[in-house]
């Protein structure tokens, strides 16, 4: 959700290069009803679920007679206080966190997106990407609607505005049967709550109950856990469910298709203490990284890994391995969005600033290095240098997931394929590039070890570009204007040409 432009403006150098090399966050969306403190729940949500999103941050409540909005750019902690909370008076609110992947950060885009129509009062949320979002928005463009923003999501406010059906819920379910890719939804009316997951499943989305009464629905388990919700289920693939006058229904209007819940939600995406899919992720994380060892030993001193996201795969690898496990990097967990570098170059800047290796650990030892993914192996290539001029003697790193060769347009902010460094080199050659004495990658068998067994029921596009929904050639440009924007951000240092 995000423009070439805005991305430029909003990096500084250094952290322009470090965030293109690696895959981000969708977005979170949550919803509260007959709760007294709907909104008060749903902020605490957000902050349970800042991790899919760290652009921006709205709640929108129902007081049963009008709909009350606040949104703002930045963290939940920078765009909510106290007193703006206490505004949000209602028994129902929804929120969200925003990473952009289609339209620019900024104010207008955040979401949730509040309109007037025929029915009165409407705010919407997304997590997710339609791929055909801009040949929708041609149409309804050339019939006259006229556009705020440049979110996929408000192609289908117009399409619920624009539905000719009797009720909320009939116009949601019209406008959804318009649109392709991936969707988490929630919708608010002065008197209705309506959540959608899209039919394949692409992004997670549970449902929760408060034991004093009400609902809850949001993007992972650990929100429930925070606001005390016990959790029921998951929201199923293609269905609606609807809360109105105290009580809820489910919906299954479409016809049923094969689900393809994104395993990257496994590998990276989703926070550990969550339960998604229906499985915990750490767990899940620990089972990789103990296929990964068993696929791919090597003759070592210590484990560490990439905090924070290769942490659980570690332990796992450390485990099966037998080797002892160290924190060898350290992570500042306190760096803000951006930085100020130094006049005077300091050797990868961008990398140390946000992680330290440890000499104490690392000197003299042959190091195993976990991280869960490779993206343009620029961030890779300056850890490893990092971790030989702490004093380490040999540097092997292992990759928690296969070679990721192509973008995901279901929701997640990811590279072209001329960007992604699997897409370009053998594993040798990426070797080569990183200055590492081993680079092994988990098999595409292996990421499925934790089932037991074969693997029907998610996406792995990115690892396969076995893609479950047809891409279109403008979904394809509208990846490359985003990245080949990018990479005219100083610093944002380009992978090696194909060899």
């Not at 997951?197 to 009464?213: E, M």
């Not at 343009?376 to 290539?381: E, F, L, P, V």
């Not at 004495?437 to 690892?463: K, N, R, T, V, W």
């Amino acid at each position: 959700m995000k423009t070439p432009a805005a991305k430029v403006d909003d990096l500084t150098s250094s952290e322009g290069a470090l965030r293109l090399d690696r895959f981000h966050e969708e977005c979170a969306v949550v919803g509260v009803c007959g709760q007294p403190e709907a909104a008060n729940l749903a902020y605490l949500s957000l902050y349970a679920l800042q991790h899919r999103g760290q652009e921006g941050a709205g709640i929108v409540s129902s007081n049963g007679q009008a709909l009350i909005s606040h949104r703002g750019l930045g963290l939940v902690a920078d765009v909510f206080n106290e007193n703006i909370v206490r505004r949000l008076a209602g028994t129902s609110a929804i929120g969200h966190n925003r990473y952009s992947t289609a339209g620019e950060t900024l104010l207008r885009n955040t979401q949730p997106l509040v309109v007037e129509f025929a029915l009165g009062s409407l705010a919407v949320c997304h997590n997710g990407n339609f791929v055909n979002a801009d040949e929708v928005r041609k149409r309804l463009e050339e019939n006259g609607s006229i556009f705020q923003s440049n979110v996929d999501t408000e192609v289908l406010v117009h399409l619920v505005a624009g539905s000719r059906r009797p009720t909320l819920i009939e116009r949601v379910i019209d406008a959804l049967a318009q649109v392709q890719g991936a969707h988490c939804l929630l919708f608010l009316s002065e008197d209705e709550m309506i959540a959608a997951r899209d039919p394949h499943g692409f992004r997670p989305l549970v449902l929760g109950k408060f034991a004093s009464g009400g609902w809850i629905v949001a993007s992972e388990t650990c929100a429930l856990d925070l606001v005390e919700a016990e959790y029921v289920r998951e929201v199923e693939p293609g269905e609606i469910l609807h809360f109105s006058g105290g009580e809820m229904r489910s919906l299954r209007p479409f016809t049923q298709v094969s689900r393809n819940s994104c395993i990257f939600e496994y590998v990276y995406f989703a926070r550990p203490d969550s339960r998604v899919f229906g499985r915990n992720v750490y767990e899940v994380r620990k089972e990789l990284g103990r296929q990964l060892a068993r696929e791919s030993p090597v003759e070592a001193d210590i484990v560490i890994p990439v905090p924070d996201s290769g942490l659980p795969a570690a332990l796992g690898f450390a485990e099966e391995a037998r080797l002892p496990f160290e924190m060898g990097l350290i992570r500042n967990h306190y760096v803000g969005r951006t930085f100020i570098e130094p006049q005077e170059s300091i050797r990868n800047f961008g990398v140390k600033v946000k992680l330290n290796a440890q000499r104490d650990i690392l000197n003299g030892k042959r190091v195993v290095v976990i991280d869960d993914s490779i993206v343009r192996g620029t961030t890779s290539r300056k850890l490893v240098r990092m971790i030989r001029a702490a004093g380490a003697a040999e540097v092997h790193v292992r990759i928690s997931a296969p070679p990721t060769i192509s973008p995901c347009y279901f929701g997640v902010d990811t590279p072209t394929h001329e960007e992604l460094i699997a897409n370009n080199l053998d594993v040798e050659g990426i070797r080569k590039y990183l200055l590492a004495d081993s680079l092994a990658y988990l098999s595409q068998d292996g990421l499925y070890s934790f089932l037991g067994g074969p693997a029907p029921g998610f996406c792995d596009a990115c690892f396969t570009r076995n893609y479950p929904v047809s891409v279109n050639h403008d979904q394809e440009q509208r990846q490359m204007r985003l990245f080949h924007a990018l990479e005219m951000q100083p610093g944002a240092a380009r992978i090696p040409p194909r060899s």
